[in-house]
């Protein structure tokens, strides 16, 4: 509900989100609030899975419910094992990050100083530059 509410007002304007917000109130949706039990067991999944603390959410609630998530987001491909998924398409598949893209993500973090004076050795310091 909430992801439809900012999705649609950051892309369309709040008088259109409030119109995709009514019409969902319409569909036969049931709202469960957030009580401590269901953040808990939103925040043990976000920790051993790689999901959005959102869709950790809608898994810790479909466990609950013995539900199935119904979804087209790539990111539910790494949770099949523990709760139910019906595709709205086929997910396409994830690619992970080459080992040379890896490289020059962790170059991108650090810097390589001498570690000493002669130039015999290096160390590694932190870069200032931030990773965002």
């Not at 304007?13 to 917000?21: Q, S």
């Not at 269901?38 to 959005?52: C, D, E, F, M, Q």
């Not at 994830?94 to 040379?100: D, G, L, M």
């Amino acid at each position: 509900m909430g992801e439809l509410v900012y999705a649609s007002e950051r892309k369309r304007g709040a008088e259109e989100a409030a119109h995709r917000l009514a019409d969902l109130r319409r569909l036969p949706i049931t709202f469960c609030a957030a009580t401590e039990e269901r953040v808990l067991a939103a925040a043990h999944i976000k920790a051993k899975h790689p999901v959005s603390y959102a869709d950790a959410f809608a898994i810790a609630l479909a466990q609950e419910l013995n539900a199935t998530i119904v979804t087209g987001d790539p990111e539910f491909q790494n949770i099949e094992k523990i709760v139910k998924i019906l595709w709205l398409h086929e997910p396409t598949p994830q690619k992970k990050p080459s080992a040379e893209k890896a490289v020059r993500e962790r170059r991108m973090m650090y810097r390589v100083e001498p570690k000493r004076k002669d130039g015999q050795g290096v160390v590694l310091r932190p870069s200032r530059r931030s990773s965002s």
